[in-house]
């Protein structure tokens, strides 16, 4: 099934005490004309959600590590699955368990090469979320502005392809997760 995919991203002013500005990154897919799951990241919360049904990442934070991520049902508080992220340095990759189903994400070779020389060819993506019977591939293209500090790939909103060999939205949706941390850990 081939599907497209947005993210945008918007700042709010959350009111309490003290006022402050809160960044939300929003991915929606589409079937066509019809949204059939969207996935919402701040820095404070993160879940997604297609049809009646909404699933909560309680992430949990720890010094010196990497996160703990566990995906619960927001209805009945059910763990229903767990992101694994492996060291930077190590050769494992990332995986998400939902059931017992383990899908393995790796960041893909992307359709278009990049050259030093061919504007158009820079900040294409590809990432795939697998197991041995199913296959996720997300393809997407980044317009980096001609100056930046630090990594901006978090911050810019795009529209892409979803290459949906797969049954499981949530897994499709719990992809985008695997998709931020990647863009996180950019180096430019």
């Not at 041995?132 to 930046?148: D, H, M, V």
Request: positive net charge.
């Amino acid at each position: 099934m081939n599907l497209t995919c947005s993210k945008t991203i918007t700042t709010a002013l959350i009111f309490g005490d003290p006022y402050h500005f809160q960044e939300q990154t929003n991915y929606k897919v589409f079937d066509g004309e019809k949204i059939i799951g969207e996935f919402f990241y701040t820095s404070k919360e993160c879940f997604f959600s297609t049809g009646d049904k909404k699933i909560r990442l309680k992430i949990r934070r720890r010094s010196m590590l990497l996160p703990k991520v566990s995906l619960v049902d927001q209805s009945s508080g059910a763990k229903i699955g767990q992101f694994t992220l492996p060291y930077l340095l190590s050769n494992k990759f990332d995986q998400l368990i939902l059931g017992a189903d383990i899908y393995r994400f790796e960041k893909l070779e992307p359709d278009i090469k990049y050259s030093i020389f061919k504007k158009n060819s820079q900040g294409h993506y590809k990432f795939g979320l697998s197991n041995k019977s199913e296959a996720i591939t997300y393809t997407f293209k980044l317009n980096f502005p001609r100056i930046a500090l630090g990594n901006p790939a978090p911050k810019i909103p795009f529209e892409g392809t979803i290459d949906c060999r797969s049954s499981n939205i949530l897994a499709l949706l719990a992809g985008f997760y695997l998709i931020e941390s990647e863009l996180d850990q950019e180096v430019f």
